[in-house]
């Protein structure tokens, strides 16, 4: 299949993939989401494992010949409603192969029904656990669209408290300013057939119930970003959400931090859920697992 028609595909499965969002309920969507994600079926052999870390339910996710003591914790995106560790196991497998180490996927609390700052406080707890657990030099940090907000104010929270912060951080998508103030979102809201200034507006409503977007620990962007580990922030070159991963590595950069910015040009929202299809997908994930191993205790 060709790369346009394998984007094509991809874009009618985010189009086509939700009942009316004006309709649905919470929990349609949320089977929807985990639904368009588990028709990529793990490979044979491959058993995710369920778990527990600091109270948060988590899967272990891990490829064959991926060590088991050495982790890349990974917090789903879904705007802090959707997604689940389960939907997303498929990701979690290609960033294990690629970056051959076992991937815990939290499913930490999720809003409406837990607001702000719930999934903060259940990242801190699951990133500072397994810190403990298997050190600082073994574990690494990432998420995808909300997920990578998660994961960046999460820690801002850790650095704060003097603990010891994990070995890098990867963003794919990811979702750090509830204002929407990135001149991408106007550049490409219409355009974008995941995220758009409306769909952001309606998971501020869900997850902050009137709480200041402006908080950095709800948009990141607003942080202080410094004292941070290396951080690799991925997004295709028409998202909404460009800006975002563009401002919070000058923030990084800027207060002497390390990061980068890579640009997959035309990708969706957080394409390497894709990978069974699209390339890009692959080549993403190879990406992110090469930055890990970069960053890991020999």
């Known amino acids: 299949m060709a790369r346009t028609e394998a984007l094509d595909r991809v874009e009618q499965m985010y189009v086509n993939g939700f009942p009316d969002p004006a309709t649905a309920s919470v929990e349609d969507l949320r089977e929807a989401y985990d639904n368009l994600l588990l028709q990529f079926p793990l490979p044979e052999g491959v058993e995710p494992v369920e778990g527990e870390i600091a109270g948060v339910p988590v899967l272990y996710v891990t490829a064959e010949d991926a060590t088991r003591d050495k982790v890349l914790a990974w917090f789903h995106?879904?705007?802090?409603?959707?997604?689940?560790?389960?939907?997303?196991?498929?990701?979690?497998?290609?960033?294990?192969?690629?970056?051959?180490?076992?991937?815990?996927?939290?499913?930490?609390?999720?809003?409406?029904?837990n607001k702000f700052p719930a999934a903060v406080d259940d990242g801190v707890a699951v990133i500072a656990e397994l810190v403990s657990t298997y050190g600082a030099d073994n574990v690494t940090v990432g998420g995808d669209s909300a997920g990578g907000g998660l994961t960046l104010a999460a820690l801002t929270v850790l650095r704060d408290q003097g603990a010891s912060l994990p070995a890098a951080s990867v963003f794919i998508s990811p979702l750090l300013d509830f204002t929407a103030?990135?001149?991408?979102?106007?550049?490409?809201d219409g355009k974008d057939v995941a995220v758009?200034?409306?769909?952001?507006?309606?998971?501020?409503?869900?997850?902050?119930?009137g709480h200041d977007p402006q908080d950095?620990?709800?948009?990141?962007?607003?942080?202080?970003?410094?004292?941070?580990?290396?951080?690799l922030f991925m997004v295709g070159s028409h998202e909404v959400l460009l800006d975002d991963s563009n401002r919070a590595a000058m923030a990084i950069t800027e207060r002497g931090g390390t990061a980068a910015v890579s640009l997959y040009d035309d990708?969706?929202?957080?394409?390497?859920?894709?990978?069974?299809?699209?390339?890009?997908?692959?080549?993403?994930?190879?990406?992110?697992?090469?930055?890990?191993?970069?960053h890991l205790k020999d």
């Open 77 to 113: 995106g879904g705007g802090y409603v959707l997604g689940s560790a389960r939907g997303f196991q498929d990701l979690g497998h290609n960033l294990s192969r690629a970056a051959g180490v076992t991937v815990v996927l939290p499913d930490y609390r999720r809003a409406p029904e």
């Open 181 to 188: 103030t990135g001149a991408s979102v106007d550049l490409y």
């Open 196 to 209: 758009s200034r409306g769909s952001i507006a309606n998971l501020r409503e869900a997850y902050l119930q």
């Open 216 to 231: 950095p620990l709800a948009s990141p962007v607003f942080a202080d970003l410094g004292g941070l580990p290396p951080a």
């Open 267 to 294: 990708m969706v929202h957080v394409w390497p859920l894709f990978a069974s299809i699209l390339p890009e997908g692959v080549q993403a994930a190879d990406e992110a697992g090469a930055f890990v191993r970069k």
